[in-house]
């Protein structure tokens, strides 16, 4: 069974960067491509940003593109996601969550791809 614990989340001004970590329990994780999701009060769970098993490629989806940036150390099971030039609209819980596909490519920005979630971090932009 795969644990993943997400942290880092917290309140912040509109501007400011958050840095949010998810390390990951068993010895496959650099097998995966991994993701970040999020989602906010009333809304669905929606893709942020993807990375593959080696972190050479990633993934955003429009909205943070520039903002973020997803990357990986495969020596300490830990997927990050910077967060800079945050903005209200970044509102919400943020979940990390492992692709089901082994040795996959570039990584999905479908939820149903992905077979394990953490717990998920709030994220609070403040205007």
């Known amino acids: 069974q795969v644990q993943l614990v997400e942290s880092g989340g917290g309140l912040v001004q509109a501007g400011g960067s958050l840095r949010l970590s998810c390390v990951a329990s068993?010895?496959?994780?650099?097998?995966?491509?991994m993701g970040w999701f999020r989602q906010a009060p009333g809304l669905e769970r929606e893709f942020v940003a993807a990375?593959?098993?080696?972190?050479?490629?990633?993934y955003y989806r429009d909205s943070v593109k520039g903002r973020f940036t997803i990357s990986r150390d495969n020596a300490k099971n830990t997927v990050y996601l910077q967060m800079n030039s945050l903005k209200p609209e970044d509102t919400a819980v943020y979940y990390c969550a492992r692709s089901r596909f082994i040795g996959s490519g570039l990584g999905s920005n479908k939820a149903l791809d992905y077979n394990y979630w953490g717990q998920g971090t709030q994220v609070t932009v403040s205007s």
């Open positions: 068993g010895r496959t994780f650099s097998n995966y491509a």
């Open positions: 990375i593959n098993w080696n972190g050479r490629n990633t």
